[in-house]
């Protein structure tokens, strides 16, 4: 089965969004952002949750349109109801057995783009294989936490790490 990779931003207190979605305080240029976006052309497909989707409204994402064009999306959702979907958009209503599905079937690893309580839901199950976080020198103080209200305990390895010129750094981290 491929990897899910949860390969996010966050804030040096571990916050993946401040108050209100805000993300205006992460870098968002700069050579680790250009790593960052290199990086996710190896990715064929994206699961989400609902919010993450949603969040990308705000920035020109059409409602049933991929918000990344070379990969297959999976948004998990009881409520979301769009009428019209792209073929690359799948609004999923399963747990677990369909996350396991995807994993069996995905070519490439997956790519977890959030957010916080949909990858806590995954790391409660033992789902998230490999973190990537993107971590900012910045501290939100509040909003949306790592890995929402999860409480699990996991122990992971770092295994690379890179450091770029305006602070970002890239730690990469597989799960024990």
């Not at 979907?85 to 399963?94: D, F, R, T």
Request: overall charge neutral; some cysteine; aromatic content about 10%.
């Amino acid at each position: 089965m491929k990897k899910i990779v949860y390969y996010v931003a966050t804030s040096l207190d571990g916050y993946i969004a401040g108050e209100n979605g805000d993300i205006s305080q992460f870098l968002l240029e700069g050579e680790g952002v250009k790593k960052y976006q290199s990086d996710l052309l190896n990715f064929g497909t994206v699961i989400m949750g609902r919010k993450t989707y949603e969040f990308g409204y705000q920035y020109g994402l059409v409602p049933g349109q991929p918000a990344y064009p070379n990969m297959e999306h999976h948004i998990f959702s009881n409520t979301l109801k769009i009428d019209k979907l792209s073929e690359m958009v799948k609004i999923e209503q399963g747990g677990m057995d369909r996350i396991d599905e995807i994993q069996r079937n995905a070519k490439t690893d997956i790519y977890l783009c959030g957010g916080g309580e949909f990858a806590g839901y995954l790391l409660d199950h033992g789902k998230i294989d490999q973190l990537k976080l993107k971590l900012n020198p910045i501290v939100l103080g509040k909003g949306t936490k790592l890995f929402g209200n999860s409480s699990s305990n996991s122990n992971w390895e770092l295994v690379d790490k890179a450091s770029f010129p305006e602070g970002l750094q890239i730690l990469t981290y597989n799960r024990k």
